[in-house]
Each structure stands twice: as structure tokens, then as C-alpha cells.
């Protein structure tokens, strides 16, 4: 039985229909909505939404960015890993840090193959409808919104150097102010180029092309044979009991074994998981997110390399993990921490039973700030997440994925099956372990499980938790060694949202209110 009284500071309800669509952008909702009103379905919906976000939310993804997904449509669920690999020019090693800002970063764009892939199997509409809303707005113009206007700024003072950035992106030489009605014409031609050529262009012909020409003129690695190359893959989710729930993520080489570790360690914990506010069920989530995040960083890599790393999984490795905790805070390695990103999570579920959830990036905002002129594709900076240990099956290198922070999350309950995500880099399994606990054990509603205040995780002792719980949690937090830092308010640094959770005759969807999100129904 779901409770659905909000316990926590919240300005949203959840949304309920027999249709439901959840993402992290108004508009980018009311695109998915309006395919299902044509007569599309989940898949249809979401493709629309993560076209559109690329549009009125360019700061968190891109048209030259990756994406994964979860579908169940009906009967069985599928999984797809839209990752590209880095160029066949990459170096196998570099002298110093691998920058955020440049060429070098640079991995082929999986996303674009990914929608059309998705497309082919699944959806019941075409691609000229699901591309017309980001087309749409990007001719015609969009609205700015809030959370939007305020990482274009950021975007702003790191790209403010890059010619090719500032064309595409500013205006009058400014960010977008919030509310402002702006366009973006290179965006929407490129958009009907990908649609007409069912992504050809892109990974073939044209674009790829100028995709390799900018490459070249600014010193890149990226070739038009690598995007020849690139395969969005079919994968199976793995999966992992969660009380009375079976909780799905993708395998490498994305980072969702994390969650699936941690989610096993606290369930062996002597504590009551249904009290998700307690200092003890806090600190066992705390401690289990550590030892998993340190496995992940450890082992997980492009899995050609690295395998499925199930073997992580392993109950005796899960008790030798489990035997390291005691009442006490212990330190970690902040390496083993992802780096923060900036990521768009969207879920849909339509009245026939099928739901998608559905993840893409450029990964640090607006990616490497390389854009390829006059097209609107901003290129990711996925690279970023390669190690410099030419010993780590992640080591730098030519075509090869690399570490992957971007993941979407499954649940099923019986007969009810909810897609979900919670976005922001490291914050996603840790956001990931949160929301699960609060919706399978405590039993909590979607919206109350997206408002409710979490912790992340800094490295050593240290602990990031937002305002919201009682005093005497943090004060016993601290008694059990954590050191926390408290934010003054709730914000995005901690994740955003959307779950769309399967109930007997529809959908409870809810979004994050860290974000602009909004879920709707029909």
C-alpha cells in the first residue's frame, strides 16, 4: 500500500493517469505528451522528450552526447547502451590530467543512433513526428527556464574563449536571461537533417563530415571513420532482489552495478529499512554506497575489457563487504567518487503497459565546448571518464567506452513496473539506493521520494546532506563519525528526478522540484 501523504518540504503532488510522462523540462514533457496523443506510445513519448531536451536544455545534453535506456514493453524488458567509444586516434596515454575543455575529451556521440534504433523496434509514430517538437522550438523559439538559465551562465564563463561555442550559444554575447524567448537555428536544421536521413547524416554523410572537419581544424582525434563505426547495443539489465521489488540497472559500462552493490550490502544490515530516516538506516546506506563506489571504480570499464562485472555481486565478496562495517564512519579514497555531471532523466508509461526510462548527456554540462559550427552539435566530454593508471581496465585509450555515470534505473513489483532515475553524476546510484529504499520499503509515494533530503558522498568522512531531517539525525550522524557538511537549502548539487511508479490502473508520476521537471498525463 502506497502512502501518499508528503512528509517532506514539497511544492509538487504526484500525477496520476492512465499516461504519464516525467522529465526534467516543462517543454520537453509536453512533447512527450503530445505523441501520445497522436496515438504513440511510451517509447514514442520519451524519444520526443529527449529530442526536445537536447533544445530548451542544452546545458545538461546535446545532440552530441550518449544515451542509455530501460524499456519493458508489456511482456519483457530490454536495455540499450548508446555509449560511444573514444576515437581511433586517442592516445594510450597522456602527461597530465585529461582537461574538461577541448578536442581531447572528445568520444563519438552515441545518442543519435541510440533514437533511431529505439525508433526502428519499438515506436508506432514516424521520425518527422517525433522530431517536430524540438524542431519546433528551435526555429521558433522557446522560453528559458529557471534551473536552465542558471548552468548557461556557468557554461558562459567556462566556454567564453570558444568561437564556435559563443555563435551557437549567446546572445548579444550574453547567456539567456530566464524567460527570455530565444532560438536555435542550427539546431533545428540539423534536427530535420537527422530526421530525414534516419540518422545517416549524422554517423555517414554530411554531419559527419563537418563533424571531422572541425575535428581536424582544432587539433581533435574524432574521424568520420569513428562515427562510421559506432554501435548503440542491445544489453541485458541486471537486476538484484529489493524487498518485495526486483531493481533493474545496466550493465557496464555505466556505473548502476553501484546502486545493485549497495542495495544488496544494507539489506544484509540489521536495520529496519522502512525507517528511511533514521541515523542508523543512513549510515548503513552511507557506508554501503562506499564500498560500493569503490568496487565500481576499481573494476568497471568498456565491457569488452571488463565483462559484466557481475561477479561483483557475488554473495561471499557482498559479506566480506558487510564484515567491514561496524557503527563507525570509515574513510574512502574521493577518487573512487565520479566526477559531477550534468544529465537529463526522463520516464514515460503508456495505458498498453509499456514504459521507458530513459537517460542522456554531454556529461559536464555543455560537454567539451567544442560545437561543430553551424550545426548545433555540442560535443561531449565523455573521455573525461578514463583513467590515467595504464594498469585500470578504464586506462585511456583508442576505441574504447569509457566509465559511464549516466544510468537509468527499473522497478518491478508484481505486476507494476516503474521506470526511475535520479541525475548528477556521482549522485545517481547514491540517488538511486535512496529512492528505492523509500519507495519499496517505506512505501513512500514517488513525489514524497523525490522531495525527501539526501546525502552524498565527498570522500574520506565527509558527507554532503541537505537540510530537511531532524536535528537529532545529523547530531547522531556525527556522533557515528560522519563528517557532514549541511547545505543551507535543497538543490540540484544533490540530483534531480522522475519517476513515472506503476499502480493498479495507471501511472503515479512525480519530478524532482530540484529541477524545472513537471510530470503530466492524459
Known amino acids: 500500500m502506497i502512502d501518499w501523504s508528503l512528509p517532506y518540504v514539497s511544492t509538487r503532488e504526484t500525477v496520476l493517469g492512465k499516461n504519464v510522462v516525467a522529465c526534467s523540462q516543462p517543454l520537453a514533457s509536453q512533447a512527450g505528451l ?3 496523443r497522436l496515438g504513440g506510445n511510451a517509447v514514442d513519448s520519451a524519444l520526443a522528450a529527449a529530442i526536445t531536451s537536447t533544445v530548451v536544455e542544452p546545458c545538461a545534453n ?8 530501460i524499456i519493458h514493453d508489456g511482456k519483457k524488458i530490454h536495455g540499450i547502451n548508446g555509449s560511444g567509444k573514444s576515437p581511433a586516434l ?3 596515454s597522456i602527461e597530465s590530467e585529461i582537461p574538461s575543455v577541448g578536442w581531447l575529451p572528445v568520444t563519438v556521440p552515441g545518442e543519435v543512433a541510440t533514437w533511431i534504433m529505439l525508433h526502428e523496434r519499438f515506436c508506432s509514430l514516424s521520425l518527422s513526428q517525433l522530431f517536430a517538437p524540438a524542431i519546433k522550438y ?9 534551473q536552465t538559465a542558471e548552468r548557461w551562465k556557468h557554461g558562459t564563463e567556462r566556454f567564453r574563449g570558444e568561437q564556435a561555442w559563443c555563435d551557437t550559444f549567446l546572445f548579444d554575447g550574453k547567456a539567456p536571461e530566464v524567460g527570455q524567448c530565444i532560438t536555435l537555428p542550427d539546431h533545428a536544421n540539423t534536427l530535420q537533417e537527422i530526421a530525414e536521413t534516419k ?11 563537418q563533424m571531422e572537419d572541425a575535428a581536424i581544424a582544432g587539433g581533435g582525434f574524432l574521424r568520420k571513420s569513428d562515427l562510421d563505426a559506432h554501435r548503440s547495443e542491445w544489453v541485458k539489465p541486471l537486476s538484484v532482489r529489493a524487498g518485495d521489488a526486483e531493481f533493474f540497472e545496466l550493465p557496464p559500462n555505466g556505473q548502476g552495478l553501484a546502486a545493485l552493490i549497495a542495495m544488496k550490502i544494507v539489506q544484509e544490515m540489521d536495520v529496519d529499512l522502512s525507517n528511511c530516516d533514521d541515523p542508523n538506516v543512513l549510515h548503513v546506506q552511507i557506508e554501503a554506497m562506499k564500498r560500493a563506489f569503490v568496487d565500481a571504480h576499481a573494476f568497471i570499464a568498456d565491457p569488452a575489457i571488463s565483462g559484466d562485472c557481475v561477479d561483483l555481486l557475488n554473495e561471499s ?3 566480506k563487504h558487510c564484515a567491514t562495517m561496524t557503527n563507525e564512519a570509515t574513510e574512502m579514497d574521493a577518487n573512487a567518487i565520479p566526477r559531477y555531471a550534468s544529465t537529463v532523466y526522463l520516464a514515460t508509461g503508456d495505458e498498453n503497459g509499456m514504459q521507458c526510462s530513459f537517460i542522456q548527456s554531454n556529461f559536464e554540462g555543455f560537454g567539451s565546448g567544442m560545437v561543430v559550427p553551424n550545426t548545433g552539435i555540442a560535443l561531449q566530454n565523455r573521455g573525461r571518464g578514463f583513467s590515467l593508471d595504464p594498469n585500470h581496465p578504464n586506462a585511456i585509450g583508442p ?7 549516466i ?3 527499473f522497478l518491478i513489483q508484481g505486476d507494476l513496473r516503474t521506470p526511475f532515475g535520479v541525475m548528477g553524476g556521482p549522485m545517481q546510484p547514491q540517488g538511486h539506493l535512496q529512492v528505492v529504499c523509500r519507495m519499496v520499503f517505506a512505501k513512500q509515494n514517488p513525489q514524497a521520494a523525490l522531495d525527501a533530503p539526501r546525502w552524498k558522498l565527498l570522500g574520506g568522512k565527509k558527507v554532503a546532506i541537505e537540510p530537511g531531517f531532524e536535528q537529532g539525525v545529523y547530531a547522531k550522524l556525527q556522533d557515528l563519525g560522519h563528517e557532514l557538511e549541511i547545505a543551507d537549502q535543497r538543490s540540484v548539487v544533490f540530483g534531480g528526478g522522475q519517476i513515472v511508479q506503476g499502480i493498479r490502473d495507471g501511472y503515479a508520476g512525480a519530478s524532482d522540484s530540484r529541477r524545472d521537471g513537471q510530470a503530466v498525463s492524459v
Not at 528551435?138 to 529557471?146: D, I, K
Not at 576505441?399 to 555515470?405: D, G, L, M, S
Open 317 to 319: 565478496r557482498l559479506q
Open 62 to 69: 546535446g545532440i552530441g552526447g550518449d544515451a542509455f535506456a
Open 407 to 409: 544510468i537509468p534505473g
Open 399 to 405: 576505441r574504447k567506452r569509457p566509465f559511464h555515470t
Open 34 to 36: 503530445e505523441m501520445l
Open 90 to 92: 586517442m592516445p594510450s
Open 199 to 209: 540518422g545517416e547524416s549524422f554517423y555517414r554523410g554530411n554531419l559527419a563530415q
Open 138 to 146: 528551435a526555429r521558433h523559439g522557446f522560453l528559458v527556464s529557471p
